[in-house]
């Protein structure tokens, strides 16, 4: 059975960074579009980035100019490098296929922007 392990959320300051890892128990990547998610308390999980197997990129439009998608299809890793970070980007993130499917869902890793 794969899994996915998200990695790399914390607490970070407003207009900061951060780089979130989603690493496969075993390949995946190199035959899936690979996406990263997010979802704030009290709302619905949303799409934020995406990746094809041929590294051709997908982003939210609330996140374009600000966060970048890679994937490591050696490493099975897919990364997700976020820039100038907002409070109400406060969320769990996961990683996930595109379009999802339900058994890859993980346990996410929390970001926290905050003062």
């Known amino acids: 059975q794969v899994q996915l392990v998200e990695s790399g959320g914390g607490l970070v300051q407003p207009g900061g960074s951060l780089r979130l890892s989603c690493a496969a128990s075993?390949?995946?990547?190199?035959?899936?579009?690979m996406g990263w998610y997010r979802q704030a308390p009290g709302k619905q999980r949303e799409f934020v980035a995406s990746i094809t197997s041929s590294s051709n990129t997908n982003y939210a439009d609330s996140v374009k100019g600000r966060f970048t998608i890679s994937r490591d299809n050696a490493k099975n890793t897919v990364d997700l490098q976020m820039n100038s970070l907002k409070p109400e980007e406060t969320a769990v993130y996961y990683c996930?296929?595109?379009?999802?499917?339900?058994?890859?869902w993980g346990q996410g890793t929390q970001v926290t922007v905050s003062s």
């Open positions: 996930n296929t595109r379009p999802v499917q339900t058994r890859f």
């Open positions: 075993r390949s995946i990547f190199s035959i899936y579009t």
